[in-house]
């Protein structure tokens, strides 16, 4: 589906393409050489990219990485474990000082989701005395933790033993999310801890730190503190007077509990406490530099933004751009949506399209779309957006050859068409008896206290997604083990083979590396059928042939309590037939209508 503004023109300028493919290695290279030869440049190279390379030399300026310049802090780094090997049992530290650490166990590598822990042998051993000579300490690593994690259990310890119990450790668990230093044992551990009923998520990433110096300790969650203990006595160097032989990742110090479940990556420690603003880098400087990418685009008038691994974000200038694609102005007084103010902008690598004004990439997408789904029909699917990255537009859809064919010939070199295979499915397409999520009226997936920052709302509204494009009933933050998708009763299925929706981006035009994975249950009570006839039957008892003008109604799925819930301020009169002939399954909230507004002159008019 196209998006559109207001006035109706694609939004072509604002969707954030993910490295589909990458820049050819000679390409890069002379990205890595301003001034570089031109002939480095091989013909297999496009269009767009020889332009984009040959403004980059002409400036002769340099380039952002892939990832998030502030994101790549080094100072201080004492050892980092980015857990993005493929095989064998080193975890390879990426810090330079040599620290590297041993997997034991099951070692389950996943390159870029990083080395998974089974739960019963998998742990890496980091060397010995990795805190000796520490006043402060940063600790900060992404983790995912399995929805059928026990408790308790370490994320990390550094420390010592003596016999079955821990003796003398720096820890961070999350069942219980804080973070603890002790001399001894857990009797005289000094908490970091945003509560006793406090945990982190499970089935979806999160970013945490624990930054201590002086008698202060933090606890971050996705770059946002958590909580702080003004009252840490313990340096990280005290323990063990500086020796330590039990230093794990996903192993606790205590014998009886239990070995970590999940995923880890880009495990790091510092040598001294990063500042909240660098904390916020490392953990979320990904999510909020594309907000702030995406802003650039907007306001500069770009019709594409794209990340490349090797050269970092590119933004690319309609062919007759007027401006000065080098001199990219700041909107001024730009807040994201969690009122901070960015201290660092993105820098992306400018260029102009070779192919396309705005005009013209939205003609050839109306062309697409009045071939494949003239008069608005949805026989066939579309999708239709343009590619920065190969200065194309591109077309992915289940249309046959006998329809796209036409649009390849004429289009040829601007229009790419994509048929969708079995890893690139089409959008779901429920028939109307699984239609569920919008229907029932639930609610958006949220945790009950809200969205923090950028990287928890993103997961959420995956999970959202998740739910849309897999027909189910409703999603919900379960405060004990985190995103649960309900589907209905006789929901024909594989409910634990969630498909993810092909093309999804989120708010910004993110694609997004992870989806969270959140626990799946199907309706006790209810096939899609009866909720929609319990729903209608609510609606005629209240409000009689369609009457809404008595009483005020609202109906909803509650996927939590697998119920239908019945906000309304009618009376008893009419609401208790609807508990007693749906007994367990209908729950109604009385509603009291608000007073009308007082008045204290009879001649007050509205807008008077």
């Known amino acids: 589906m196209r998006r559109t503004n207001a006035a109706g023109t694609v939004l072509a300028a604002l969707r954030v393409m993910a490295p589909l493919s990458r820049l050819p290695a000679a390409a890069r290279a002379a990205f890595r050489r301003p001034g570089g030869p031109g002939a480095a440049v091989r013909r ?23 990832v998030p310049a502030q994101a790549e802090i080094t100072d201080g780094l004492l050892l980092r474990y980015k857990l993005n090997e493929t095989s064998g049992t080193v975890a390879h530290d990426a810090s330079g000082h040599g620290k590297d650490g041993t997997v034991n166990g099951t070692a389950d590598w996943g390159d870029a989701d990083g080395l998974g822990f089974n739960g019963s042998t998998t742990y890496i051993k980091v060397p010995n005395n990795i805190m000796a000579g520490l006043s402060a300490i940063t600790v900060a690593f992404d983790v995912w933790i399995d929805p059928t994690m026990g408790k308790p259990y370490f994320l990390y310890g550094f420390g010592n033993t003596s016999g079955t119990s821990g003796n003398g450790y720096l820890f961070s668990t999350a069942n219980q ?15 970091t801890r945003p509560s006793t009923s406090y945990a982190l998520y499970r089935g979806m990433w999160k970013h945490v730190t624990y930054t201590q110096t002086g008698n202060t300790g933090v606890l971050y969650e996705n770059g946002v503190e958590k909580a702080r203990n003004t009252s840490v006595t313990i340096t990280p160097g005290a323990i063990g007077g500086g020796t330590t032989t039990a230093d794990y990742i996903g192993r606790s110090l205590y014998s009886s509990d239990l070995y970590f479940k999940g995923r880890m990556r880009d495990f790091r420690v510092y040598n001294r406490a990063l500042s909240a603003s660098e904390v916020q880098a490392v953990a979320t400087g990904s999510e909020a530099q594309w907000e702030q990418l995406q802003a650039l685009a907007s306001y500069n008038g770009a019709i594409a933004a794209f990340d490349d691994p090797d050269v970092g974000p590119v933004v690319i200038f309609p062919s007759d ?42 003609a050839l997408q109306n062309a697409v779309t009045a071939q494949i789904q003239p008069g608005g029909d949805t026989t066939y699917q579309l999708n239709v957006h343009y590619d920065g990255m190969h200065d194309w ?13 036409p649009l390849a010939t004429q289009y040829a070199g601007k229009l790419e068409i994509k048929a969708y295979t079995l890893d690139n499915p089409p959008p779901a397409k429920c028939t109307p008896d699984q239609i569920a999520v919008g229907t029932v009226g639930t609610t958006a997936a949220a945790p009950a206290s809200g969205f923090g920052d950028a990287a928890t709302k993103l997961q959420w509204q995956q ?60 309706s006790q009570r209810f096939t899609l059928a009866q909720i929609t006839d319990i729903q209608n039957e609510v609606i005629r008892q209240v409000s009689a042939d369609g009457d809404t003008t008595a009483y005020s109604v609202a109906v909803h799925y509650d996927g939590m309590s697998d119920r239908i819930v019945v906000d309304t301020d009618a009376p008893a009169s009419l609401t208790d037939p609807l508990t007693a002939a749906y007994p367990g399954q209908v729950v109604v909230n009385a509603a009291t209508a608000p007073a009308p507004a007082a008045t204290t002159d009879s001649s007050d008019t509205v807008g008077s």
């Open 321 to 362: 751009y007027p401006g000065d694609i080098y001199d990219l102005q700041k909107p001024p007084d730009w807040t994201d949506e969690f009122g901070q103010t960015p201290t660092d902008w993105p820098d992306p690598t400018p260029g102009l399209s070779q192919q396309f004004t705005v005009d013209q990439i939205n």
């Open 44 to 66: 297999r190279t496009s269009a767009a990219l020889v332009a984009v390379l040959s403004l980059l030399l002409a400036a002769g300026g340099a380039l952002t990485t892939a």
């Open 393 to 405: 537009v591109v077309a992915e859809t289940d249309a046959p050859a006998s329809v796209t064919d």
């Open 463 to 522: 999970v959202q997604a998740l739910a849309d494009y897999n027909c189910a009933l409703a999603a919900f933050d379960d405060p004990t083990i985190g995103p649960v998708i309900i589907f209905p009763s006789d929901y024909p299925g594989d409910i634990d083979d969630l498909r993810k929706p092909p093309g999804w981006t989120s708010e910004y035009g993110e694609i997004p590396a992870d989806w969270p994975t959140p626990t799946t249950a199907k």
């Open 177 to 191: 999310f804080r973070t603890g230093i002790t001399l001894t044992d857990f009797h005289a551990e000094q908490q």
